[in-house]
């Protein structure tokens, strides 16, 4: 089966560094993916990772660990416009599906 | 500069009758994607297509159907819809190559459903 667990909402305050975690297990693996989504808007692609370790963009970074079925999304220097949901999501062995995790939602207080 | 286009954004219906959503791309992207997505939930993939091949997911249902005359336009088509289908309608594209690497998804801007 396909299962993707986040925590549901998280909360930081304006500044600060934000880890967050999300965990799989899927009939297959090729590539796990981060989006952010405004409410009421279309996701955005953050970051993407197939290998181990980490991957640094700007403010975002993300880390994957495939024995463990699991990654994190690093936030640093919040800003109130990072306020969103953000979604893990795991592209399968066939290379077209993905599924999603059930979002985090991130609240950046000042 | 728009990639994924969806029209339109907002949609009112009632309840029984039909409605179609549509989805244009300038990526060129050869798989396309339906999803549904409900207040603070994940989106939930109805059914994509890889090339010409349509690919239905096992719990979509019926009432749920789609069409993809050429590379550029794909459409949604819900047949009877009933209130538990307002939702919003994300269209994505992405790239697949021979081996399946591939790449991201592109999403649309969604098309928001209201069933009255």
């Known amino acids: 089966g396909q299962n993707i667990d986040q925590p549901t909402e998280m909360t930081a305050t304006e500044g600060a560094i934000v880890q967050i975690n999300c965990t799989y297990q899927?009939?297959?693996?090729?590539?796990l993916f981060w989006y952010q989504q405004h409410a009421g808007e279309a996701p955005t692609f953050l970051s993407y990772n197939v290998l181990d370790g980490l991957e640094e963009k700007g403010r975002f970074s993300s880390f994957l660990s495939r024995s463990k079925g699991y990654s994190y999304l690093l936030l640093k220097e919040l800003q109130m416009k990072d306020s969103a949901s953000y979604l893990c999501a795991v592209r399968d062995n066939y290379g077209q599906n993905f599924v999603f995790g059930p979002g985090t939602r991130l609240s950046v207080l000042p | 500069d728009a990639m994924v286009i969806q029209n339109p954004r907002y949609q009112v219906t009632q309840f029984g009758k039909p409605v179609t959503l549509s989805c244009s791309q300038t990526?060129?992207?050869?798989?396309m994607y339906w999803y549904q997505q409900k207040s603070s939930q994940a989106p939930k993939l109805l059914f994509h297509?890889?090339?010409?091949?349509?690919?239905n997911e096992a719990d979509t249902p019926d009432n749920f159907q789609s069409r993809r005359p050429n590379t550029s336009f794909c459409f949604l088509d819900i047949r009877s819809p009933g209130l538990g289908d307002a939702a919003m309608y994300l269209c994505?594209?992405?790239?697949?190559?021979?081996?399946?690497?591939?790449?991201?998804?592109?999403f649309g801007p969604g098309t928001r459903l209201l069933v009255l």
């Open positions: 899927t009939s297959g693996f090729n590539g």
């Open positions: 297509y890889y090339d010409k091949d349509f690919n």
């Open positions: 990526l060129n992207h050869n798989v």
């Open positions: 994505a594209t992405s790239r697949e190559g021979v081996a399946g690497a591939g790449e991201t998804q592109y």
